[in-house]
């Protein structure tokens, strides 16, 4: 019963680890904006503009590509980008790399290894400004 609850446990934690958006930020900051143009290719933007950042999120397999891309287009407004220029880097896998649930401190698999595959989408985007 008790290795049932734990095992139960454990999947709990992995499924709203999986469930959940990593964002991290490098560039740097300006007021924030109302509005961020969304591109997919810089031929898209009609006027000069500058590089003041990049955005990277994770997420597991379980979180919808549109959900990140919106959680990155609030942090872009936050960071005063006037437009976002997003790259799908698709899905990776790591053997005990990146922890979802880093306040949980390292996961394992039922037979408590930390070092079995998860996979991850990853969703790069390139905060500009406009001159």
């Known amino acids: 019963m008790r ?73 872009a407004k936050a960071k005063g980008a006037d437009a976002i220029m997003f790259e799908d880097m698709g899905k990776t896998e790591s053997a005990g790399g990146r922890d979802y649930a880093h306040s949980m401190g390292p996961m394992t698999d039922y037979q408590g290894n930390s070092d079995f595959a998860r996979k991850e989408k990853r969703i790069r985007g390139i905060l500009i400004k406009f001159r």
């Open 3 to 75: 290795r049932f609850i734990v095992s139960l446990s454990l999947i709990s934690v992995v499924v709203l680890a999986s469930c959940t958006t990593k964002i991290e930020y490098r560039g740097e900051e300006y007021p924030p904006t109302e509005s961020v143009k969304v591109v997919t290719d810089a031929k898209e933007l009609d006027r000069p503009f500058d590089v003041i950042g990049y955005l990277n999120a994770y997420a597991g397999d379980l979180v919808a590509k549109s959900g990140m891309q919106k959680k990155m287009i609030v942090m």
